[in-house]
């Protein structure tokens, strides 16, 4: 089972326009994460004209790219460290800071 917990849009300026990269984060099973399996998914693409509002631009799915053109962009990520391991530690974080948000929530509702 994945639980879809974050999405996330990243830009990458281009020559007239940019490129938006949705991206899915799910937190999967243990031994997902023990065998180091990529916890984000890069669903979409999207090519934005310079003016034109991010919502009614051209997207289409990741898959449907170059196959060269998407390990290109993987390689980029990985170069970056955007990676397993950092997708963990993003995860741990946002669990922390979510659990602390709701139990200041809960602290106030008194």
Known sequence: LLMSIMKQWYQRRVRGGKLLFKC???M???EQYVANVDQYV?????????GQADDDA??????NLDLV????FENYLQRRGI???FSSALFEMS??????NYV???KNVR
């Open 104 to 106: 200041q929530f809960l």
């Open 69 to 72: 053109l998407i390990r290109e």
């Open 42 to 50: 890069i669903s979409e693409v999207a090519f934005v004209r310079p």
């Open 83 to 85: 990676d397993a391991e």
């Open 28 to 30: 999967s099973t243990e």
């Open 58 to 63: 051209f997207t289409t799915d990741f898959g």
């Open 95 to 100: 669990s922390a800071l979510e659990h602390s």
């Open 24 to 26: 899915n984060y799910h």
